[in-house]
């Protein structure tokens, strides 16, 4: 009672929540979570999930690096040797118009110099001619009449395809240029606007043949991407690598096409260099490489490999450590930022382009979607240990979707925010399992309590039933007390807690003994209580009439059929005992046959007369059969639980083994107690534990002359 007290009350306490969350395993549960992050996956470029993309995206890079094929740009590096054999820098640029100079000897189809000359040269004649005018005018007149050195360096770039470098920023200068003319096809285009700028010196600037965007905005320090193009203030303008290749093209403009998306490429002349929507392009970078590199000194002194530099675009610009930032990459180096244009141009013409198209994501969502439902539906279906499986196996695919279109495609797709996305819905299926297995374990703690005490409840009825159906057969050392011309051992031994055999003993008037021995149909509970209702009928009509036997067995039979609803039936043997002269007259309504043991061992099997059992067929006109006992004779009387108990290989015990173990020597000389304890002990070895399949019933009841005095025979339990 307390079991069930305590468990019931904490079964049903599990909150509402509880219950939702368990209901269908948290199939619910998982298919809200998952339509939400699919809708999340939806969001446009950079969306919540940048971090996890961008890793997956440099992951690529890192492991499947691009192999470099042509090498459209050399970088002319004034690098830590040119700063030891020229001088530091920044150098005089007469020394600048110097490397101008040879470097357009060398034919170079454009050059791109990474470098603002937002000031004049301090260094230039006329200036110094200001300072020492007061100290000494003729050095002053003499170096006035030098030529400036940003004429010189004007002058070099007039020589040569020369590309400026223009920086963007976002504080307004109040001045507005145009670069080189463009065209626009389609909707305007969401590039990345600047509101000023910073430029080299007018003089400088107008001898340039064209001006390039220097800025590249690292995603938390990292070059990712770099744009093709943007605005200056309402003025559209090229990227310094795409300028080069407008110059080199010898293009007077350049064509900006867009789409409902947004930008879709950059046109120069035949070319159209395909961008994200916002006019940038994802850098597919190979590994850092020398060979990009040559020094400025070997330039200005001809050392260099003029093959290396004619009809290349030649990117001019600081690298030597100290003097500028390195970038950091997608693979997690640091290179220098020409190094980054360079690889722009390469991927140009290995058509090496990496691309994250529009529709990228919606693939995303659609793959993140059925993974996800593959997870909502067949976590709840197996067990917790091994549905891990499940995450691995969308996991790989997703992981291979992702490597493959980067590896033959080229494309970017994000399997990391996919895999982060389908941990947590797996991690809610599993929760939500394991709480929907807990409310299963406390509901079937809950009902194994009711149970056990339903069980136990039933379990003290049946044993009362048991005490009491035991307690209602007769015991032969009471019913015997005064009567010492016949010995009685009984037995009856349930298959379940009560059973359905029955047996009765009691005298009859004029020295006759009557015995009863039955089996109603079936086991348990209705039979046992049939067997109460037939044992009280057989008795009452025995007492009552005082006919003969074929009348009290018709008598029985109407008497025990009357109220029988269940229309069971029950098998009976009766037989009346002459106590002074041994006739035996008996009755068998389809019962087990007896055995009428004689004292050398010699068995008979009471088989005459009889008829079908009682409630089986009204008004039978049932037939007696007759036999005469000699002194000491014993009747056996059983159910078919003894002749049917089994062996474990399925062999009966059949009638022949009770015949011979009542010719064992001795037999007639022990009294009919341990007669039938030696019999009922050979038939459970004969079982061998084998839980009987029958109540088991046995009857032994001996004659003695008359006279006789014997001891009482005990109730055998």
């Not at 691309?355 to 793959?367: D, N, S």
């Given at each position: 009672?307390?079991?069930?007290?305590?468990?019931?009350?904490?079964?049903?306490?599990?909150?509402?929540?509880?219950?939702?969350?368990?209901?269908?395993?948290?199939?619910?549960?998982?298919?809200?979570?998952?339509?939400?992050?699919?809708?999340?996956?939806?969001?446009?470029?950079?969306?919540?999930?940048?971090?996890?993309?961008?890793?997956?995206?440099?992951?690529?890079?890192?492991?499947?690096?691009?192999?470099?094929?042509?090498?459209?740009?050399?970088?002319?590096?004034?690098?830590?040797?040119?700063?030891?054999?020229?001088?530091?820098?920044?150098?005089?640029?007469?020394?600048?118009?110097?490397?101008?100079?040879?470097?357009?000897?060398?034919?170079?189809?454009?050059?791109?110099?990474?470098?603002?000359?937002?000031?004049?040269?301090?260094?230039?004649?006329?200036?110094?001619?200001?300072?020492?005018?007061?100290?000494?005018?003729?050095?002053?007149?003499?170096?006035?009449?030098?030529?400036?050195?940003?004429?010189l360096l004007a002058a070099s770039f007039k020589s040569a395809p020369v590309v400026l470098g223009v920086a963007g920023t976002n504080q307004p200068?109040?001045?507005?240029?145009?670069?080189?003319?463009?065209?626009?096809?389609?909707?305007?285009?969401?590039?990345?606007?600047?509101?000023?700028?910073?430029?080299?010196?007018?003089?400088?600037?107008?001898?340039?043949?064209?001006?390039?965007?220097?800025?590249?905005?690292?995603?938390?320090?990292?070059?990712?991407?770099?744009?093709?193009?943007?605005?200056?203030?309402?003025?559209?303008?090229?990227?310094?690598?795409?300028?080069?290749?407008?110059?080199?093209?010898?293009?007077?403009?350049?064509?900006?096409?867009?789409?409902?998306?947004?930008?879709?490429?950059?046109?120069?002349?035949?070319?159209?260099?395909?961008?994200?929507?916002?006019?940038?392009?994802?850098?597919?970078?190979?590994?850092?490489?020398?060979?990009?590199?040559?020094?400025?000194?070997?330039?200005?002194?001809?050392?260099?490999?003029?093959?290396?530099?004619?009809?290349?675009?030649?990117?001019?610009?600081?690298?030597?450590?100290?003097?500028?930032?390195?970038?950091?990459?997608?693979?997690?180096?640091?290179?220098?930022?020409?190094?980054?244009?360079?690889?722009?141009?390469?991927?140009?013409?290995?058509?090496?382009?990496?691309?994250?198209?529009?529709?990228?994501?919606?693939?995303?969502?659609?793959?993140?979607?059925?993974?996800?439902?593959?997870?909502?539906?067949?976590?709840?279906?197996?067990?917790?240990?091994?549905?891990?499986?499940?995450?691995?196996?969308?996991?790989?695919?997703?992981?291979?979707?992702?490597?493959?279109?980067?590896?033959?495609?080229?494309?970017?797709?994000?399997?990391?925010?996919?895999?982060?996305?389908?941990?947590?819905?797996?991690?809610?299926?599993?929760?939500?399992?394991?709480?929907?297995?807990?409310?299963?374990?406390?509901?079937?703690?809950?009902?194994?309590?009711?149970?056990?005490?339903?069980?136990?409840?039933?379990?003290?009825?049946?044993?009362?039933?048991?005490?009491?159906?035991?307690?209602?057969?007769?015991?032969?050392?009471?019913?015997?007390?005064?009567?010492?011309?016949?010995?009685?051992?009984?037995?009856?031994?349930?298959?379940?807690?009560?059973?359905?055999?029955?047996?009765?003993?009691?005298?009859?008037?004029?020295?006759?003994?009557?015995?009863?021995?039955?089996?109603?149909?079936?086991?348990?509970?209705?039979?046992?209580?049939?067997?109460?209702?037939?044992?009280?009928?057989?008795?009452?009509?025995?007492?009552?009439?005082?006919?003969?036997?074929?009348?009290?067995?018709?008598?029985?039979?109407?008497?025990?059929?009357?109220?029988?609803?269940?229309?069971?039936?029950?098998?009976?043997?009766?037989?009346?005992?002459?106590?002074?002269?041994?006739?035996?007259?008996?009755?068998?309504?389809?019962?087990?046959?007896?055995?009428?043991?004689?004292?050398?061992?010699?068995?008979?099997?009471?088989?005459?007369?009889?008829?079908?059992?009682?409630?089986?067929?009204?008004?039978?006109?049932?037939?007696?059969?007759t036999a005469a006992c000699e002194p000491g004779d014993i009747i056996v009387l059983m159910s078919d639980g003894i002749t049917e108990a089994t062996a474990p290989g399925g062999e009966l015990y059949g009638r022949h083994?009770?015949?011979?173990?009542?010719?064992?020597?001795?037999?007639?000389?022990?009294?009919?107690?341990?007669?039938?304890?030696?019999?009922?002990?050979?038939?459970?070895?004969?079982?061998?534990?084998?839980?009987?399949?029958?109540?088991?019933?046995?009857?032994?009841?001996?004659?003695?002359?008359?006279?006789?005095?014997?001891?009482?025979?005990?109730?055998?339990?």
């Amino acid at each position: 009672m307390s079991i069930a007290a305590d468990t019931v009350p904490s079964a049903l306490a599990v909150s509402r929540w509880q219950r939702w969350i368990a209901s269908g395993r948290g199939r619910w549960l998982g298919v809200l979570v998952s339509i939400a992050l699919t809708c999340a996956l939806l969001v446009p470029d950079p969306g919540p999930w940048a971090s996890l993309r961008h890793g997956a995206f440099d992951a690529y890079q890192t492991y499947f690096p691009r192999t470099r094929q042509s090498a459209p740009a050399v970088i002319i590096a004034i690098d830590e040797a040119s700063l030891a054999r020229v001088g530091q820098w920044p150098w005089p640029r007469d020394t600048l118009a110097q490397l101008m100079t040879r470097l357009a000897a060398r034919k170079p189809a454009a050059i791109g110099i990474d470098i603002i000359f937002a000031e004049p040269d301090r260094v230039s004649p006329d200036r110094l001619a200001e300072v020492f005018r007061a100290r000494d005018p003729l050095v002053a007149e003499r170096l006035a009449r030098l030529r400036p050195h940003d004429e010189l360096l004007a002058a070099s770039f007039k020589s040569a395809p020369v590309v400026l470098g223009v920086a963007g920023t976002n504080q307004p200068t109040g001045i507005s240029h145009i670069y080189a003319p463009s065209r626009q096809t389609g909707a305007s285009a969401p590039l990345r606007r600047f509101n000023g700028e910073l430029r080299s010196m007018p003089e400088l600037d107008r001898a340039a043949a064209g001006h390039g965007l220097l800025n590249a905005d690292p995603d938390r320090g990292v070059v990712r991407r770099v744009p093709l193009a943007a605005f200056i203030g309402d003025n559209p303008i090229l990227s310094l690598t795409m300028e080069c290749l407008r110059v080199a093209a010898g293009e007077v403009l350049f064509t900006l096409n867009s789409g409902a998306q947004g930008l879709s490429s950059v046109g120069i002349g035949d070319i159209a260099v395909p961008t994200q929507h916002d006019g940038s392009l994802w850098v597919h970078y190979s590994p850092h490489d020398p060979a990009r590199f040559v020094s400025a000194a070997d330039v200005m002194e001809g050392r260099d490999d003029p093959s290396l530099i004619e009809q290349k675009i030649a990117l001019i610009g600081v690298t030597g450590l100290g003097l500028v930032d390195q970038q950091i990459t997608s693979r997690g180096e640091r290179i220098p930022g020409l190094e980054i244009h360079a690889q722009v141009l390469e991927n140009i013409f290995d058509n090496a382009l990496l691309r994250r198209p529009e529709w990228a994501r919606f693939a995303e969502a659609l793959t993140f979607a059925l993974l996800a439902a593959v997870v909502v539906i067949g976590v709840p279906r197996v067990r917790p240990r091994r549905s891990v499986c499940i995450p691995f196996i969308c996991w790989a695919v997703t992981a291979a979707l992702g490597a493959g279109a980067y590896l033959w495609g080229r494309l970017l797709f994000d399997p990391a925010t996919l895999i982060a996305g389908l941990n947590a819905v797996y991690g809610i299926m599993l929760s939500a399992t394991l709480v929907a297995i807990d409310l299963d374990r406390r509901d079937l703690a809950a009902r194994l309590a009711t149970e056990r005490e339903a069980s136990a409840r039933l379990a003290g009825e049946l044993g009362a039933a048991n005490r009491i159906q035991t307690r209602m057969l007769p015991r032969p050392d009471k019913v015997l007390a005064e009567e010492h011309r016949i010995e009685i051992f009984a037995h009856m031994r349930p298959a379940l807690e009560v059973g359905g055999d029955l047996y009765d003993f009691f005298p009859l008037m004029g020295d006759r003994f009557f015995v009863l021995v039955g089996d109603v149909a079936g086991k348990g509970l209705p039979a046992a209580m049939f067997m109460a209702v037939s044992k009280a009928l057989a008795k009452s009509s025995t007492l009552r009439e005082t006919g003969n036997l074929e009348n009290l067995m018709k008598v029985m039979n109407a008497e025990i059929s009357r109220d029988n609803p269940e229309e069971l039936f029950v098998t009976l043997i009766a037989l009346i005992i002459d106590l002074r002269t041994g006739a035996l007259n008996y009755c068998n309504a389809g019962h087990e046959p007896p055995l009428l043991v004689r004292r050398d061992g010699e068995s008979q099997i009471l088989n005459d007369g009889g008829g079908p059992p009682m409630c089986v067929m009204e008004d039978f006109p049932y037939e007696t059969g007759t036999a005469a006992c000699e002194p000491g004779d014993i009747i056996v009387l059983m159910s078919d639980g003894i002749t049917e108990a089994t062996a474990p290989g399925g062999e009966l015990y059949g009638r022949h083994r009770i015949r011979t173990l009542m010719k064992l020597p001795g037999t007639f000389e022990s009294d009919t107690d341990v007669v039938g304890h030696e019999l009922l002990t050979n038939v459970k070895t004969f079982e061998a534990g084998t839980e009987p399949a029958d109540d088991q019933t046995l009857l032994l009841v001996r004659w003695r002359a008359v006279g006789s005095v014997h001891p009482m025979n005990s109730e055998t339990k």
